[in-house]
């Protein structure tokens, strides 16, 4: 039987430095008295709830560590600081007392572990709930109250002549079999058809999705063992075939249909000219119809709609230009219009004129982004992203 729960999607990959022995570990739940609280659990918007350091900073482990054992020194400890306390006397806030522990470093010092990983600040974490290294590398993540891995379950992209649909965290299309079955949830791609279409895989507590109902989320278990997003109830896959974002070639295949960001079948719509789609740690910003981040300028004005760019600035920021008839998907049409320039319109989103970025080569990049303290990626409500 397959059984539905929730997760959330991890990655694992190398490691960097290594030092040699297996630290002494200490749990918690056997100290006799307790002192100052070394960890806290903060409630992240993107990522649910996360572990802290008792001043509010986020925790990250290393799939390059070992349980009970700390490969992280020299430029790698400079850059991903241990947590660490004075001695085995500290309290916990949030986590539950047996998954925390504490080992003994080579240096001397006493490093917290929870569920055995040892754990980690960011250097570039310049204030608390930031999580600028979450994902770096492919090796840190964000600690979860139980330990686990904490990362967005999947993404939203955009395909041309589909629109939005959900992406896995490298951007390749996510899609749903007409095999399966959503009530109840249950997946019969196994053997072959799972080496074509490899399952979206999950751990952890809750699936999150920028931009997408958290209700529609969750996990069917599969005959494995293992747990396989699902959207709208239906078992999430990616496509063998599918080698870089923006593509999508499993929908020429029978059965097989990209899924939107509502869990339903992606259709085919060459009308759409403007989406949104979840770009780098910007969150969700408004794109074109192939997924190129869109974005807005200081100088400019929303009241009324007017754009200062032209000339050389508007070969470096060209404008976005769209067709009579023209649709919208993953933006409020009600803040979407536009104004006349050169003969053509430029698209406008809550006044603001939109444009694209010559530095910007593929979906998703957002290289515009904060450029001169002035250009910024437009999320889906015409304000400015990263602000």
Same mark, same amino acid.
């Given at each position: 039987?397959?059984?539905?729960?929730?997760?959330?999607?991890?990655?694992?990959?190398?490691?960097?430095?290594?030092?040699?022995?297996?630290?002494?570990?200490?749990?918690?739940?056997?100290?006799?008295?307790?002192?100052?609280?070394?960890?806290?659990?903060?409630?992240?918007?993107?990522?649910?709830?996360?572990?802290?350091?008792?001043?509010?900073?986020?925790?990250?482990?290393?799939?390059?560590?070992?349980?009970?054992?700390?490969?992280?020194?020299?430029? @790698?400890?400079?850059?991903? &600081?241990?947590?660490?306390?004075?001695?085995?006397?500290?309290?916990?806030?949030?986590?539950?007392?047996?998954?925390?522990?504490?080992?003994?470093?080579?240096?001397?010092?006493?490093?917290?572990?929870?569920?055995?990983?040892?754990?980690?600040?960011?250097?570039?974490?310049?204030?608390?709930?930031?999580?600028?290294?979450?994902?770096?590398?492919?090796?840190?993540?964000?600690?979860?109250?139980?330990?686990?891995?904490?990362?967005?379950?999947?993404?939203?992209?955009?395909?041309?002549?589909?629109?939005?649909?959900?992406?896995?965290?490298?951007?390749?299309?996510?899609?749903?079999?007409?095999?399966?079955?959503? $009530?109840?949830?249950?997946?019969? @791609?196994?053997?072959?058809?799972?080496?074509?279409?490899?399952?979206?895989?999950?751990?952890?507590?809750?699936?999150?999705?920028?931009?997408?109902?958290?209700?529609?989320?969750?996990?069917?278990?599969?005959?494995?063992?293992?747990?396989?997003?699902?959207?709208?109830?239906?078992?999430?896959?990616?496509?063998?075939?599918?080698?870089?974002?923006?593509?999508?070639?499993?929908?020429?295949?029978?059965?097989?249909?990209?899924?939107?960001?509502?869990?339903?079948?992606?259709?085919?719509?060459?009308?759409?000219?403007?989406?949104?789609?979840?770009?780098?740690?910007?969150?969700?910003?408004?794109?074109?119809?192939?997924?190129?981040?869109?974005?807005?300028?200081?100088?400019?004005?929303?009241?009324?709609?007017?754009?200062?760019?032209?000339?050389?600035?508007?070969?470096?920021?060209?404008?976005?230009?769209?067709?009579?008839?023209?649709?919208? $998907?993953?933006?409020?049409?009600?803040?979407?219009?536009?104004?006349?320039?050169?003969?053509?319109?430029?698209?406008?989103?809550?006044?603001? &004129?939109?444009?694209?970025?010559?530095?910007?080569?593929? @979906?998703?990049?957002?290289?515009?982004?904060?450029?001169?303290?002035?250009?910024?990626?437009?999320?889906?409500?015409?304000?400015?992203?990263?602000?």
């Amino acid at each position: 039987m397959i059984r539905k729960s929730v997760a959330v999607v991890a990655l694992g990959l190398i490691s960097l430095t290594a030092c040699a022995g297996t630290p002494e570990s200490t749990p918690v739940a056997q100290q006799q008295q307790e002192a100052v609280v070394a960890l806290n659990v903060a409630e992240n918007a993107d990522l649910g709830p996360v572990v802290t350091d008792v001043e509010g900073f986020t925790l990250y482990r290393f799939d390059g560590d070992k349980p009970g054992e700390s490969t992280c020194d020299g430029e @790698c400890a400079a850059a991903w &600081p241990p947590a660490t306390v004075a001695d085995e006397n500290f309290g916990v806030t949030g986590v539950e007392r047996n998954l925390v522990s504490s080992i003994v470093r080579k240096d001397g010092s006493r490093q917290i572990t929870v569920d055995g990983m040892p754990q980690y600040r960011f250097a570039k974490d310049a204030k608390p709930g930031e999580t600028k290294g979450q994902g770096l590398q492919g090796k840190w993540f964000a600690t979860g109250k139980d330990g686990a891995r904490t990362q967005l379950a999947a993404r939203t992209g955009v395909i041309a002549g589909l629109g939005a649909v959900l992406t896995n965290n490298a951007g390749l299309t996510l899609y749903r079999f007409d095999g399966d079955t959503a $009530q109840p949830p249950a997946s019969t @791609c196994d053997g072959g058809c799972a080496e074509s279409w490899p399952p979206v895989l999950v751990e952890g507590e809750t699936p999150r999705v920028k931009g997408v109902d958290p209700k529609l989320l969750g996990t069917v278990t599969r005959e494995d063992g293992k747990k396989q997003l699902t959207v709208a109830n239906w078992p999430q896959y990616t496509f063998k075939n599918d080698s870089k974002p923006g593509e999508a070639k499993g929908v020429t295949v029978p059965k097989w249909f990209a899924t939107a960001t509502d869990g339903k079948k992606a259709q085919q719509n060459k009308a759409i000219a403007l989406t949104s789609a979840t770009v780098g740690d910007l969150g969700v910003v408004a794109t074109d119809k192939d997924g190129m981040t869109l974005y807005r300028f200081d100088n400019d004005s929303a009241e009324p709609p007017t754009s200062t760019c032209s000339g050389d600035c508007a070969v470096q920021w060209p404008p976005a230009f769209v067709s009579e008839g023209f649709q919208v $998907q993953g933006v409020d049409a009600a803040l979407v219009g536009t104004i006349e320039r050169d003969g053509k319109k430029q698209l406008t989103i809550a006044g603001w &004129p939109q444009y694209m970025f010559a530095g910007d080569k593929v @979906c998703g990049d957002a290289n515009g982004q904060g450029v001169g303290g002035k250009w910024w990626a437009t999320k889906a409500d015409g304000s400015r992203a990263g602000q």
